[in-house]
């Protein structure tokens, strides 16, 4: 598919980590920003705009999606390492940032392997897992804003918590890159660490099917998966969408699931887990398109 154009209803099945989905009325694919900023200076896109990358975290809901759809996992992947930084575009993995700190000889980045997406999207719900954050390591950010105009914000200008990340100073500005700090340490040391946060991942997680990482957030002081496990629910399958009989807070695609399998099976659990535990589980998908009713 041609970037840097505006494509027309376009099948986001292949775009996303679920393998599911609907059709997007605008789609593009961005290699150059700068393009990209006069495209939108220019109004030649159509609101709201939606930026993925490697579409984990995500479920695109069925049926036509308005708006444009704007791919970045193509492009924005460099990473620079200069002035004690490492300055990291959106569209990298977040596993290829980890290999590279670590091979630099500074340490704390083997987190950032367990996480199955791009750093645009690990900025914009501070990612984390086994005990760190994104945001830990932040210094300042690039964003671009609905006018294609560049800005730069700083840490200390966001609201930053456990997978929410608010612009205090702007609601509609998108991550395009940002400035790392890792602690120098032993290249060895960091390398193992991320060997072993990955055999631990693979013992532990589906990833052998369609999932879009973890479903839901853990509560204060509480494990998702276990909540969902103890309330009976791990195997348990609406259509072709399944509770991991692996992992219990991962969703997968047996597949011929469809996004509204996956939405019924999400709200089942969530009923399920207060019917038992009387706790409300909050998810960390992000639901894009329009809830279709009860099918």
């Not at 579409?55 to 996992?73: A, P, W, Y």
């Not at 500074?106 to 086994?130: D, K, Q, R």
């Amino acid at each position: 598919m041609e970037a840097n154009i505006i494509h027309h209803n376009v099948s986001l099945k292949e775009f996303n980590s679920w393998r599911v989905g609907g059709i997007a009325k605008n789609f593009y694919i961005c290699t150059d920003i700068n393009v990209l900023s006069s495209h939108i200076k220019e109004k030649l896109m159509e609101y709201p705009l939606t930026f993925i990358g490697l579409g984990s975290n995500t479920l695109f809901r069925d049926g036509v999606i308005e708006g444009t759809i704007i791919m970045m996992n193509k492009a924005m992947g460099d990473i620079v390492q200069e002035h004690g930084y490492f300055y990291a575009e959106a569209g990298i993995s977040c596993s290829k940032l980890a290999k590279h700190v670590a091979k630099t000889g500074h340490e704390g980045s083997a987190f950032l392997a367990g996480i199955p997406g791009t750093v645009g999207g690990a900025l914009a719900m501070n990612a984390g897992c086994y005990g760190s954050e994104a945001w830990d390591f932040v210094s300042k950010v690039l964003l671009i804003d609905l006018n294609g105009n560049q800005v730069t914000r700083y840490k200390d200008e966001f609201d930053i918590g456990y997978r929410k990340v608010i612009n205090n100073k702007s609601n509609n500005e998108y991550f395009l890159g940002a400035w790392f700090i890792f602690p120098e340490g032993k290249k060895e040391v960091a390398e193992n660490a991320i060997k072993n946060l990955l055999r631990h991942r693979k013992e532990t997680q589906p990833l052998n099917w369609p999932t879009a990482g973890s479903t839901f957030r853990n509560p204060p002081n509480n494990f998702a998966a276990k909540l969902i496990e103890d309330s009976d629910l791990k195997g348990f399958s609406i259509g072709g969408a399944q509770v991991s009989t692996k992992h219990a807070n991962f969703i997968i695609n047996l597949g011929n699931a469809s996004a509204f399998d996956i939405e019924k099976l999400i709200k089942h659990i969530k009923i399920k887990v207060f019917e038992v535990k009387e706790i409300t589980l909050e998810t960390e998908i992000r639901f894009i398109g329009e809830e279709i009713g009860s099918q």
